[in-house]
């Protein structure tokens, strides 16, 4: 995919470092000069511009980005960023960084907000849900790293759909722990039938996300 992202502070470092690493290509913008330090990620592409202006966004070729993200530490600048990236150039997915509990409010889809973020590490494995259906992502990594928090979208198609999650034959060391379905979050039981659409939140270790994924689409794990 190609991202960009606003704001080249830790928070969009860190991001953009993550995003890399995990193949994507990456454009980070920067309205500070002193900001600008593209020796700290080589590998992104760097853009002295104010995120905040569509003539510095049409430059920037934000039209041709799959993800926006606003991570600056400034909620207002955050909020016109996703409003332009949305209206302007209907850019697919923006996630954007809520710094002020109290404006997290604001960060709808009215502003052009996909997704609001207000713990920065969490906001790479959300960016990167905008990959196809049925991609698994690790949101959060518990205890030291022996277990995760992931992420399947369960496709059309796939051989549990409208099947009881009973039906499911769950790795050992993982659990379904929440489906996320529209606006709801459906706490399971083994009488819950799974939909297409449905966000599958796991609790797993690494060792058997390739079966988590290999139960869910009806793949051979590696």
Same mark, same amino acid.
């Given at each position: &995919?190609?991202?960009?992202?606003?704001?080249?502070?830790?928070? $969009?470092?860190?991001?953009? /470092?993550?995003?890399?690493?995990?193949?994507?290509?990456?454009?980070?913008?920067?309205?500070?000069?002193?900001?600008? !330090?593209? *020796? =700290?990620?080589? /590998?992104?592409?760097?853009?002295?511009?104010?995120?905040?202006?569509?003539?510095?966004?049409? *430059?920037?070729?934000?039209?041709? !980005?799959?993800?926006?993200? #606003?991570?600056? $530490?400034?909620?207002?600048?955050?909020?016109?960023?996703?409003?332009?990236?949305?209206? *302007?150039?209907?850019?697919?997915?923006?996630?954007? =960084?809520?710094?002020?509990?109290?404006?997290?409010?604001?960060?709808?889809?009215?502003?052009?907000?996909?997704?609001?973020?207000?713990?920065? =590490?969490?906001?790479?494995?959300?960016?990167?849900?905008?990959?196809?259906?049925?991609?698994?992502?690790?949101? &959060?990594?518990?205890?030291?790293?022996?277990?995760?928090?992931?992420?399947?979208?369960?496709?059309?198609?796939?051989?549990?759909?409208?099947?009881?999650?009973?039906?499911?034959? &769950?790795?050992?060391? #993982?659990?379904?722990? #929440?489906?996320? =379905?529209?606006?709801?979050?459906?706490?399971?039981?083994?009488?819950?039938?799974?939909?297409?659409?449905?966000?599958?939140?796991?609790? !797993?270790?690494?060792?058997?996300?390739? /079966?988590?994924? #290999?139960?869910?689409?009806?793949?051979?794990?590696?």
């Amino acid at each position: &995919m190609r991202i960009a992202i606003a704001g080249a502070g830790n928070v $969009g470092r860190s991001i953009a /470092q993550e995003l890399i690493g995990n193949g994507h290509e990456v454009m980070l913008i920067e309205k500070q000069p002193r900001q600008l !330090c593209p *020796e =700290r990620v080589p /590998q992104a592409q760097w853009v002295l511009a104010d995120a905040c202006e569509v003539s510095s966004l049409e *430059e920037a070729d934000v039209a041709s !980005c799959d993800v926006v993200v #606003a991570a600056t $530490g400034d909620d207002k600048a955050n909020l016109v960023m996703s409003l332009l990236a949305k209206t *302007e150039f209907a850019v697919g997915r923006v996630v954007a =960084r809520v710094n002020r509990a109290e404006n997290e409010w604001l960060f709808t889809e009215q502003w052009g907000v996909d997704v609001a973020v207000s713990k920065p =590490r969490l906001m790479a494995a959300l960016v990167e849900e905008a990959v196809t259906v049925g991609d698994l992502v690790r949101l &959060m990594t518990f205890r030291q790293g022996e277990a995760n928090l992931v992420e399947i979208t369960l496709p059309k198609n796939a051989p549990y759909e409208g099947k009881p999650i009973r039906a499911v034959p &769950m790795p050992r060391d #993982a659990a379904l722990v #929440a489906i996320l =379905r529209g606006k709801r979050v459906v706490v399971p039981t083994p009488d819950d039938t799974l939909e297409a659409g449905d966000e599958l939140i796991f609790v !797993c270790t690494a060792e058997v996300e390739d /079966q988590i994924r #290999a139960v869910v689409l009806g793949h051979t794990a590696a």
